[in-house]
Nanobody, 122 residues
Framework: QVSLVESGGGLVQPGGSLRLSCVAS????????MAWYRQALGKQRELVAF???????KYADSVKGQFTISRDNAKNTVYLQMNSLKPEDTAVYSC????????????????WGQGTQVTVSS
């Protein structure tokens, strides 16, 4: 199977920055799309940013110009650079990856990380 592990979350003051990382490991042949989601207390999970295997990106309107998603395919890692953080950005951030697990099959399977807490507070 495949495991995704996020890191980089924590407590930060408003206006500060954090960089989240998500590393995929396990039975990986290749990784297609990757994404970051977040879920705040009392809210539904929402898509924050999306990146294709070729590096094309999409962002939620709420974070455009504030967050940047990137990836390092050699490291099976996706990043989320978060700048100008606001209390409204407080949430559990989780990564997602569509993974091809075998050479003999082009099937892709979706995997989720456990999540990392980001708290923005003064």
């Amino acid at each position: 199977q495949v495991s995704l592990v996020e890191s980089g979350g924590g407590l930060v003051q408003p206006g500060g920055s954090l960089r989240l990382s998500c590393v995929a490991s396990g039975r990986i042949f290749s990784i297609n799309n990757m994404a970051w989601y977040r879920q705040a207390l009392g809210k539904q999970r929402e898509l924050v940013a999306f990146i294709t295997s070729g590096g094309s990106t999409k962002y939620a309107d709420s974070v455009k110009g504030q967050f940047t998603i990137s990836r390092d395919n050699a490291k099976n890692t996706v990043y989320l650079q978060m700048n100008s953080l606001k209390p409204e950005d407080t949430a559990v951030y989780s990564c997602y990856a569509a993974v091809r697990t075998a050479r003999f099959s082009t099937d892709e399977f979706g995997y989720w990380g456990q999540g990392t807490q980001v708290t923005v507070s003064s």
